[in-house]
């Protein structure tokens, strides 16, 4: 039956029209030709795939967001990709098997099942990089410096970048010797920061008391540069892993404030953004005016493990619908100005109509019978003949 | 500029004190004034005045960066995208169930009217009771009374509301007090200023405990 709103979208779902269109496939096409002079290649993941290849690695999150549906072929389930980061994994793991690093990135529409809780999109198109097979901090530095790059590109100013390192509380809670139980109940109050729910949960847990308090700390342990500094004396006590992780950070920082010295830091010891499915380094790009990250990435070795290799992974990823949106505030890119050609069957005409869009310019030929003129067409120059020559002339 | 959202009425009433505490004293005062922003004595802080359920929506976006909300409102409007690092202790109050006075224990399958589906959803869960919730926006109390409801979840303070209407408090769901609620990048952008403001505010209310 015919839906009495049958023009209506389903929520969350989004057409794009020619005024967005044109801002987004202007910076789609940068920003890929950003990433190939980085060496980054694009690839281009299927649109739907295994339900349990999609996701590998991941959390209880993804699976929620990700659409099933049945492949009546194999009877299998098949999930549409809700991330494509661990699909470009899998590319990297199983087909390119290169031992050297592999940079490549990517641009599609992704789904969820659920909307963004703010933007509300079921929709986004991610754009994103991935470097693959180097453990190092240097590879984390280069994925930021290329994030940062990607956002001047589309224009946005007064970036703020943020670092955490969730291998610091996973070591903390591993050196707790809390249950899985107590470490995700704890991960749900470190996100919301709420302090006084862990202080609460914290006087229940039957842990050594140096753990315990190190993890109280984790919360406050974030803002400027003196954060490290302050972490270092809390958390003295840790991991060796923390320690080295505590010194990453340090060092990612002073590479940074070398290359961009006017680039605001801030640090997140307990930033647990993508938990489940990061290593090491996380990081995210935040603008004012928008309440939460523009873009966001950080390490996930060993992902590829299960598709045949196990390998060190770094790479970050954006809404390219998000940053076109929030580009056209700052900039306007115009509509390509276009020549009105009359309707003649005349081959000097089409003959002349080729040769100008050999040039790339834009003509659009008049159909017999139609409304509208060269100007309401929104035509800036109309083709005309001038002493059996076809010119080109501005609109009167 | 730090943006502060605080609902009207009673959270409003004892979150003033404590905000004149660190310096801040709004210079409108919306019981007269149909303002909804108001200037404050600090020229680097301004108040909103909008709904209690408000409140983490205008902070979850951005449009505020710090606001002053109930534990029930934050935990009924899923707050992870928020973060709530300080318990502010005021607007105290207890959320139970409630039902006639008369009424038996909960047996099989009950109805509750509330205004906190998903809290009261989860409550009952937990205790093994299967709950069909019925949302209502006010006048809770109404509910037993006329067939409507088996039981109630409400937000209880002196009680005085239940006894007139010959309802009684059944089972404890969870202590409320206001929160301070903040921005996720707000926290990390305007840090400097937000954590010296919880920093002081802490300290405040840690004296007063």
Known sequence: MQRKDSWLLPEGIEEVLPDEARHLENHRAKLLALFACWGYELVDPPLIDFLDSLLTGSGHDLALQTFKLTDQLSGEMLGVRADMTPQVAKIDAHNLKQEWPTRLCYVGTILHTRGDPLEKTRSPMQIGAELYGHAGKESDEEVICLMLDMLAMTGLLDVHLDLGHVGIYRALSKQAGLSSDQESELFDVLQRKAKPELQELMAGYAIDPDCKQMLMKLVELNGGKDTLSKAKLILANADESVKQALADLDSIANTLAQRLPNLPISFDLAELRGYHYHTGIVFAAFVPTVGREIARGGRYDNIGAIFGRSRPATGFSADLKLLSALSKQQYYIPRRDMIFAPYLSDTALSEKIRELRAQHKTVVQQLPGQVGSAQQLGCTAILEQVNEQWVVKPVA | ?209
């Open chain 2, 1 to 209: 500029m730090l943006t502060i959202a605080v609902s009207k009425g009673r959270i409003y009433e004892e979150a003033l004190p404590l905000l004149a505490e660190v310096g801040i004293e709004p210079i409108d005062d919306p019981k007269t004034c149909r303002k909804l922003i108001l200037r404050t004595t600090r020229d680097d802080v301004q108040l909103v005045i909008i709904r209690a359920t408000d409140v983490p929506t205008f902070v979850e976006y951005g449009a505020a960066d710090l606001g002053i909300a109930g534990k029930d409102v934050l935990l009924e409007h899923g707050a992870e995208s928020l973060y709530e690092p300080l318990d502010l202790n005021i607007a105290r109050c207890r959320l139970m169930t409630a039902a006639h006075k008369n009424a038996p224990p909960p047996y099989g399958r009950i109805r509750v009217a509330t205004k906190y589906v998903k809290i009261a959803q989860k409550y009952f869960a937990s205790q093994g009771i299967q709950a069909e919730i019925i949302k209502l926006y006010g006048s809770m109390e109404l509910a037993p009374l006329v067939g409507l409801a088996d039981c109630i979840v409400d937000l209880v303070d002196t009680g005085n509301t239940l006894r007139a209407n010959d309802l009684e408090p059944r089972e404890h769901i969870m202590d409320i007090s206001s929160r301070l609620v903040v921005n996720k990048a707000a926290m990390k952008m305007k840090n400097q200023a937000i954590a010296s403001l919880l920093d002081q505010l802490e300290k405040n209310i840690a004296q007063k405990n």
